[in-house]
């Protein structure tokens, strides 16, 4: 399984969690964006979709 960390390349609220003192399992979902916070921002409507399954399971399961 290859492993991409993203988190030191923008940002979201889970940074805070990352970089907090205290050890916490957590893990980021998001769908991918090009041209994140500006007028051109664009996000393809199937991952969006993907996504949105993602947390739905996710929200039953836990």
């Known amino acids: 399984m290859s492993w991409k960390e ?3 390349y923008g940002g979201s609220d889970g940074r805070e969690i990352q970089f907090s003192p205290y050890a916490i399992d957590w893990c980021f979902i998001g769908a991918a964006e090009d041209h994140v916070h500006s007028p051109d921002e664009k996000v393809s409507l ?3 979709d ?3 399954q993602v947390y739905r399971y996710l929200m039953d399961a836990l």
């Open 46 to 48: 199937k991952d969006l």
């Open 50 to 52: 993907s996504m949105i």
């Open 6 to 8: 993203v988190e030191a």
